[in-house]
């Protein structure tokens, strides 16, 4: 098979269109014709630092596509079924092997693209605000990097579960601009603006209640001095790609709390594997809207990851094979 590969980390040149062995299935996995893959914020992170589990190494979270082969010990997927997978790694290629239970059918009639848009970045989405965060109805929110894919799907379903007040940053007026459709109430730009003093002076100096941050670094400390009272960070990844040194003082006084959020240590549990195909369903229904702004074959892996490190995507980048 055909893949993206590397076998050094660095910036986006390290990747090479390359052959590779095709991938094994797993007794209780599956190996999927790759149709789509969702770029994800981890991708660029492990291609820039992450460990090369395999060598060379082909980067990847998410993608999806037909099934072309079941492990013996599956019972529930079949030969030419079509599913979305998440995995560790294996994304950026023409064929990827997964655990049977990191892969969720598509339902008939939904866009292969879009179902490969949803797993990650909306269970993020939807463990930041609801398990970790304890958003209720009537709360605010606060999600930093609103134009991301995580983003823009814990916008929507702030939105669908009643918050008061939908926040959210960009680096651009345009982006934020975007975002109206799928709930903002208030932009915030932060290439121009001060974001603690944005947020106290649009709520009344009371703070978030809830706050989505996937950039960590001085973007935390940020969110953790925009909380209100009884307030709740969901940190989720480090996108800015900064040390994590933030002084959490003005936490204890407020009775605030910062809880650190990864899917992946909970992706394989009933919980969440239900949580995500229902959220599967609800994009499929037009009930939640996945945004794609641009596609790449998946030889152009280089220039996919050079996009998205540009901040100019509202939304999801694909990769084609």
Not at 165 to 187: F, I, P
Request: charged share 25%; glycine share 12%.
């Amino acid at each position: 098979m055909k893949a993206a590969v590397y076998y050094e980390n660095g910036g986006p040149d390290v990747f090479r269109y390359e052959e590779t062995p095709d991938p094994q299935c797993h007794p209780k996995g599956v190996v999927i014709r790759v149709e789509a893959v969702s770029i994800e914020g981890g991708d660029t992170l492990n291609r820039f630092r992450g460990a090369l589990v395999t060598k060379p190494h082909i980067v990847g979270y998410q993608a999806a596509g037909e099934i072309v082969e079941v492990g013996a010990e599956v019972e529930d997927l079949r030969v030419g079924q079509k599913v979305v997978t998440t995995g560790s790694h294996g994304s950026h290629a023409e064929l990827r092997a997964v655990a049977a239970r990191a892969a969720w059918p598509i339902p008939d009639g939904m866009d292969v693209k879009t179902a490969a848009c949803v797993p990650i970045p909306f269970g993020t989405a939807h463990e930041c605000l609801f398990e970790f965060g304890r958003m209720k109805k009537g709360e605010v929110v606060l999600v930093q990097a609103g134009a991301s894919g995580v983003g823009i799907a814990a916008i929507q379903l702030a939105a669908r579960a009643g918050a008061s007040m939908v926040l959210a940053t960009a680096s651009s007026d345009a982006r934020l601009e975007k975002l109206k459709a799928y709930g903002l109430t208030h932009g915030i730009n932060y290439q121009r603006d001060d974001v603690v003093s944005e947020v106290m002076r649009l709520t009344d100096k009371k703070g978030a209640d809830v706050i989505v941050d996937p950039v960590g670094g001085s973007t935390l400390q940020g969110s953790i001095l925009s909380l209100a009272y009884r307030g709740r960070v969901s940190m989720v990844g480090a996108a800015g790609r900064e040390p994590m040194k933030v002084d959490v003082s003005t936490m204890m006084g407020g009775n605030r709390s910062l809880s650190g959020v990864f899917l992946g240590a909970e992706i394989g549990t009933d919980r969440v594997y239900d949580i995500i195909k229902g959220l599967i369903a609800d994009v499929a229904k037009g009930e939640l809207k996945v945004v794609i702004d641009r596609t790449f074959k998946l030889s152009e892996a280089a220039d996919a990851h050079r996009y998205i490190e540009s901040r100019q995507a509202v939304g999801r980048v694909l990769l084609i094979p």
